[in-house]
């Protein structure tokens, strides 16, 4: 509507597409940097130490720093690579991540291209990335980068599978696939969020949020790189500003599996606090602005979760990853999906809004017991052969 009082068709359309493009790389890019500094934080505090503390203040330019160094560095492409596929790889993968954000709805009305199959849409381009990965590990001319896009190739594949089956439960509830009228259905008070609907979609979240984070090739579910070797797998003879954009394209996939995962079950712009719509009631501005704030606070604080779980938990090996997808989460996901169809079906309305009503209370009173056992103080000292905050030794 703005550019068409400046331009006419076709132009306006082109306009309009330009300039929500360019909005969405610039938040892209704008939360790869957070990202990069933020993943440095949590494992410093997770392995104690301060992280990033020289370069600006609290070290919020170090990702600035590593991008000019990256910049800085030789562009190089191996003797015997296809250097044409070589260099469009790493394009490959980012473009994947960042077309996902065209379908994702930030606020109410506040999408790039709202689509009815917007759910669909965004599992699918998800999915191309491992395009680019298997063209990269093709056309390097190494056997560690070969074997490696080919691990990560068959992990994305598979997880695929429970990832979207965890799309579907939310999909049967709301009767829809477009991404915008789900998060409208869970409009109002936090219980109703569709993770508190049933005792099958509070399990079908941290179910979903698993396989999202294996998707995003997170550790420990990072197959990339073997066991027995310190190579990076598929992007091992990359350097320079092509390594960067594999490390763009993952850190995008990361926020728009969490926009996803919010969307569809956390509420997506609510904030649970209001029983109605902010745009209603504050106009379209300032109740986009409280929409937007909450929405991508709920998706950072689910890329914090990824990175936490990172810097917690050991890599687990191929055998162990495909074993979790194709034994457990597969038939644990399908489980799910039925258990919600049924409960639809036979369960009266009173007791499902009784059952909603625990597991919401239920859940937030855990979160609180969480963020004060994580807030709470550490003793500054310990006696000796004890160390402070540690479990005490046990004594023969």
Not at 255 to 269: D, E, Q
């Amino acid at each position: 509507m703005f550019w068409s009082q400046y331009l006419s068709p076709p132009w306006n359309g082109v306009a309009a597409g330009i300039t929500a493009a360019a909005l969405l790389l610039g938040f892209v890019g704008l939360s790869a940097f957070l990202a990069i500094w933020a993943e440095r934080k949590v494992s410093g505090r997770i392995q104690d130490r301060l992280g990033p503390s020289r370069v600006g203040p609290f070290g919020l330019l170090q990702s600035l720093a590593d991008a000019i160094k990256l910049i800085a560095k030789e562009d190089h492409a191996p003797a015997g690579a296809d250097r044409w596929l070589f260099r469009l790889a790493p394009y490959l993968a980012f473009a994947a991540s960042f077309t996902a954000f065209l379908a994702l709805p930030f606020g109410k009305d506040l999408v790039a291209a709202e689509l009815q199959t917007a759910a669909f849409f965004v599992l699918a381009v998800l999915s191309s990335e491992v395009f680019g990965v298997v063209l990269a590990g093709y056309s390097s001319a190494s056997k560690w980068a070969l074997f490696g896009s080919i691990r990560e190739a068959a992990q994305m594949v598979s997880y695929e599978v429970p990832r979207s089956l965890g799309v579907v439960t939310p999909v049967c509830l709301m009767g829809s696939l477009n991404l915008h009228q789900i998060a409208r259905g869970q409009e109002g008070w936090f219980w109703n969020w569709n993770v508190f609907h049933d005792p099958f979609t509070w399990l079908a979240f941290f179910v979903f949020f698993v396989t999202v984070t294996a998707g995003c090739k997170r550790a420990p579910f990072d197959l990339a790189e073997a066991e027995s070797e310190l190579v990076a797998g598929f992007h091992t003879e990359y350097s320079g500003f092509r390594w960067s954009v594999f490390f763009l394209a993952e850190y995008g996939s990361m926020f728009a599996v969490s926009a996803l995962a919010s969307l569809l079950y956390l509420g997506g712009w609510h904030s649970g606090l209001l029983p109605f719509e902010p745009t209603e009631r504050w106009g379209l501005f300032w109740g986009n602005l409280l929409n937007v704030t909450v929405f991508i606070a709920k998706c950072w604080l689910l890329v914090l979760v990824m990175m936490w779980l990172r810097w917690t938990l050991p890599r687990l090996r191929i055998d162990q990853v495909m074993e979790t997808c194709l034994f457990y989460l597969l038939p644990i996901n399908c489980v799910l999906l039925g258990g919600v169809c049924v409960w639809l079906l036979l369960v009266p309305p009173g007791a499902a809004a009784a059952v909603r009503a625990v597991l919401a209370w239920g859940t937030l009173a855990a979160m609180l017991l969480l963020a004060v056992s994580l807030l709470r103080p550490l003793p500054a000292n310990a006696r000796r052969g004890q160390l402070p905050g540690a479990w005490q030794p046990v004594r023969q």
